[in-house]
């Protein structure tokens, strides 16, 4: 079967960095997405890989080793406002997306 | 009106009831999809429309009935519902399907089946 692994939750301290990992294994890969969605509201795109490496955008990074099946996106200088959830989705052989469950990051003060 | 938008935000039936969730995107994309979110689980993909043509129906049971009359409207038609299909139900719309096009989400409408 298909299966995206993702931690459930994580807590970091603002200002500090980050790294949540996402573990894949599907069938077929087209690529790997990183949303993030607050509380009670909508999933909004972060980042999209396709080859392996570092993606850079701003505080947010993503990384991919498709060798490996294995991503993680990677914030910097935390903010109280990136307190939501990361869902990590894999579009798979017949570009359908697979998702991960989500994990909560929690930021303190 | 931008993005994507859903109606009613907040749904409660009994499982007698009929009702329809909608959902309208105004970002000219031509694929639109239903998902239904629970707590602590993966988003599950529902429904799949592609220039108004339906490509993929995840084994979704009967009582929910999609209708894509266009490709800027998305329905779906609930009937004799049970408890385990209360749930967030998102909406969201992609330029086309598969590739890079990210998907672009609606509010949601939380659902409570009673």
């Known amino acids: 079967g298909q299966n995206i692994d993702q931690p459930t939750e994580m807590t970091a301290t603002e200002g500090a960095i980050v790294q949540i990992n996402c573990t894949y294994q599907t069938s077929g890969f087209n690529g790997l997405f990183w949303y993030q969605q607050h509380a009670g509201e909508a999933p909004t795109f972060l980042s999209y890989n396709v080859l392996d490496g570092l993606e850079e955008k701003g505080r947010f990074s993503s990384f991919l080793s498709r060798s490996k099946g294995y991503s993680y996106l990677l914030l910097k200088e935390l903010q109280m406002k990136d307190s939501a959830s990361y869902l990590c989705?894999?579009?798979?052989?017949?570009?359908?997306?697979?998702w991960g469950a989500g994990t909560k990051l929690i930021i303190k003060p | 009106e931008t993005g994507v938008t859903q109606t009613p935000r907040h749904l409660v039936m009994g499982m007698t009831n009929k009702k329809s969730l909608k959902c309208e995107q105004h970002?000219?994309?031509?694929?639109m999809y239903w998902y239904k979110q629970s707590a602590k689980k993966p988003l599950e993909l529902m429904f799949v429309?592609?220039?108004?043509?339906?490509?993929e129906n995840n084994s979704v049971p009967s009582r929910f009935s999609p209708e894509c009359p266009n490709s800027s409207h998305l329905f779906l038609h609930l009937h004799t519902l049970q408890p385990e299909d209360s749930a967030l139900y998102l909406c969201?719309?992609?330029?086309?399907?598969?590739?890079?096009?990210?998907?672009?989400f609606g509010p949601g409408t939380r659902l409570t089946v009673t």
């Open positions: 429309y592609n220039f108004k043509e339906q490509t």
């Open positions: 989705a894999v579009m798979d052989s017949n570009y359908q997306l697979i």
């Open positions: 970002l000219g994309h031509n694929a």
């Open positions: 969201a719309s992609s330029q086309d399907t598969g590739g890079s096009y990210e998907q672009y």
